[in-house]
């Protein structure tokens, strides 16, 4: 799978399609905004020994309903385009293991 940088996530005049970019890695390293070849949206290892690539709807709405659970009271007052902002304010990072099960959530004081 041709995997390539997404260079949308760069643009500060489009609405951040990646809302847990900066917050994902893969073990040790951020994964980085990206798309196939094929314009599926994901996350991608920077590392080029890893081929890990997650798609971006997925892990997203997974990450998301992880914060409703331990939220709800607020993520019901959250718009969709203020799930970032929400994410940023209580997560330090979620690293995902050798498959979507296997996710582990670092979250702030």
Sequence with gaps: MD???DPAHRDP???DLYIVRGLLRCGADPMIPARTAGGTRGYACPDRTCDRFLNAEEIEQQVWRR???LNADAA???SRDRRRS?????LARVTVGSSLADVDYDWRD
């Design 67 to 69: 914060y409703v659970q």
């Design 86 to 90: 929400a994410l940023l304010a209580v």
């Design 76 to 78: 019901d007052i959250v």
């Design 3 to 5: 995997i390539l940088v």
């Design 13 to 15: 005049t489009q609405s």
